[in-house]
């Protein structure tokens, strides 16, 4: 599945740089995952990189978009092939 930036958000730019699929960006308030781009790091690394980065822990599963491994191996292939 997608993954989901939660209110706690502070803002701190770190995990724009760290996605593989430009999938982050800055929203009215608090960052932004889109998740049609996030992949949760599938086809690139072993874990999701935003994750490993954000200082406060405000990201996880994004109940709303679960996708299986493969489909996030397809959505992988689309976007980059
Ligand atoms: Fe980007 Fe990976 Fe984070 Fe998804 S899990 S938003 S693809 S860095
Ligand atoms: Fe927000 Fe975490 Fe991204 Fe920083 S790393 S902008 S706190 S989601």
């Known amino acids: 599945m997608a993954l989901l930036i939660t209110d706690e958000c502070i803002n701190?730019?770190?995990c724009v740089a760290e996605c593989p699929n430009e999938a982050i960006?800055?929203?009215?308030?608090?960052?932004?995952i889109?998740?049609?781009r996030c992949t949760?790091?599938?086809?690139?690394?072993?874990e999701p990189s935003c994750v490993q980065?954000?200082?406060v822990d405000c990201i996880s599963p994004d109940p709303?978009?679960?996708e299986s491994l493969a489909e996030l191996a397809d959505k992988y292939a689309q976007m980059h092939y």
């Open 53 to 55: 980065v954000c200082p």
């Open 25 to 32: 960006s800055q929203g009215k308030e608090i960052y932004q």
């Open 64 to 66: 709303a978009h679960r």
């Open 12 to 14: 701190c730019d770190m």
């Open 40 to 46: 949760e790091c599938v086809g690139h690394y072993d």
């Open 34 to 36: 889109n998740h049609k």
